[in-house]
Structures are given as structure tokens and as C-alpha cells.
């Protein structure tokens, strides 16, 4: 039995995920960008700092709340420098929002 939010593995006889509260299921579909991109999420952080972004995941991480980092991409503008291009965006599951962007209204570029 597997969590398809977190996907935790559980012996037979549990029905629930005891983190996330869903309903288990027998079988996990295999991981895939385009299952994230199902899933509602809710931007809590907009940033162009990774060290920002760094710290962001600790506290949610620390919280117990998932979380995915979006953006950020380095690309290569001239030999030896990279900069990062576009905001990276932390994102959570919509019912957890509230409670993360409590959690992060003390970064210095503060909630989307």
C-alpha cells in the first residue's frame, strides 16, 4: 500500500497515510514532471535568490510540509559566469498555503 501524495510504502493493513491523511492506494504511477503539474499548488514564495529559496525549503522541510522549487535555471552567459534566470518559486499544496506562508513571512523577499 502506497501514499500517492508523499508516496510512503505501508504493510497491509493500513488505509490511510498517517502524514498526509489520504487514502492509500495498491499501486504508485510512475513519477513524472507532468503528475506535479497536476496537482494544485499554490505559490507561497517568488524569489531570485537561492540561498532564499534554501532556506524557504528548510522550514517547510522542518514543518512537514511537501513542497517543490520551481525555476531558477542557470544558463551560461559568458565562459565561467552563470546567473540564474527567472524567479525560482516555491510551491505547496493548496491546503497547506496558509500555514506556509506563516511560516516564511520573515524571508527577505516575502510571500508571491
Given amino acids: ?3 500517492p501524495r508523499c508516496r510512503a510504502e505501508y504493510r497491509e493493513g493500513f488505509e490511510e497515510c498517517l502524514d ?3 487514502q492509500l492506494v495498491d499501486d504508485l504511477p510512475p513519477e513524472s514532471d507532468e503528475m506535479i503539474d497536476d496537482i494544485e499548488l499554490t505559490t507561497v514564495l517568488t524569489t531570485d535568490s537561492s540561498d532564499t529559496a534554501e532556506v524557504a525549503s ?3 522541510e522542518d514543518s512537514g510540509i511537501y ?3 520551481k525555476g531558477g535555471g542557470f544558463d551560461k552567459v559568458t565562459v565561467g559566469y552563470d546567473h540564474m534566470v527567472g524567479p525560482i518559486r516555491v ?3 493548496e491546503e497547506d498555503g496558509e500555514l506556509a506562508m506563516s511560516l516564511l513571512e520573515d524571508l ?3 510571500p508571491a
Fill in 1 to 3: 500500500m502506497y501514499c
Fill in 108 to 110: 527577505e523577499d516575502g
Fill in 58 to 60: 528548510h522550514i517547510l
Fill in 20 to 22: 498526509c491523511n489520504c
Fill in 67 to 69: 513542497f517543490y522549487v
Fill in 91 to 93: 510551491q505547496v499544496y
